[in-house]
Nanobody, 115 residues
Framework: QVQLVESGGGLVQPGGSLRLSCAAS????????MGWYRQAPGKQRELVAHITSSGTTTYRDSVKGRFTVSRDNAKKMLYLQMNSLKPEDTAVYYCNQRSTGGDYWGQGTQVTVSA
C-alpha cells in the first residue's frame, strides 16, 4: 500500500548543496514518522534525519547544522535539504516510512560529493 520514490541526488562538489525529495503513496503518510537513511559501500546503513508526524526532528551529529528534514503532508512529500556537503556524505540515501506492520523503503538516490 505504501510506495516511496526518492529523487534529487547527484554529483556535487564539496561545500555544495542538494535537496532530496521523497514522494509517498498510501493513506497513512500524515500519521507516520519518516526518516532519511544513508549507506555507503561496505558500511552499515545509518540514520541521517528523522521527523515525526507532528514535525519534531532529530539528526545524526555529523549533519547537525548542515541538513534540514521537512515534510508536506498535503503533498505526501518528505525533503532533505543538504548544505555544506562533504565527501563523507557520499552514499545512497533512502527514504523510510514507519508504519504499523513494519517499515517501508524507497529505492534510494545516489549522492556523490567529490572535487
Amino acid at each position: 500500500q505504501v510506495q516511496l520514490v526518492e529523487s534529487g541526488g547527484g554529483l556535487v562538489q564539496p561545500g555544495g548543496s542538494l535537496r532530496l525529495s521523497c514522494a509517498a503513496s498510501g493513506s497513512i503518510f500524515a500519521i507516520s514518522a519518516m526518516g532519511w537513511y544513508r549507506q555507503a559501500p561496505g558500511k552499515q546503513r545509518e540514520l541521517v534525519a528523522h521527523i515525526t508526524s507532528s514535525g519534531t526532528t532529530t539528526y545524526r551529529d555529523s549533519v547537525k547544522g548542515r541538513f534540514t528534514v521537512s515534510r508536506d503532508n498535503a503533498k505526501k512529500m518528505l525533503y532533505l535539504q543538504m548544505n555544506s556537503l562533504k565527501p563523507e556524505d557520499t552514499a545512497v540515501y533512502y527514504c523510510n516510512q514507519r508504519s504499523t506492520g513494519g517499515d517501508y523503503w524507497g529505492q534510494g538516490t545516489q549522492v556523490t560529493v567529490s572535487a
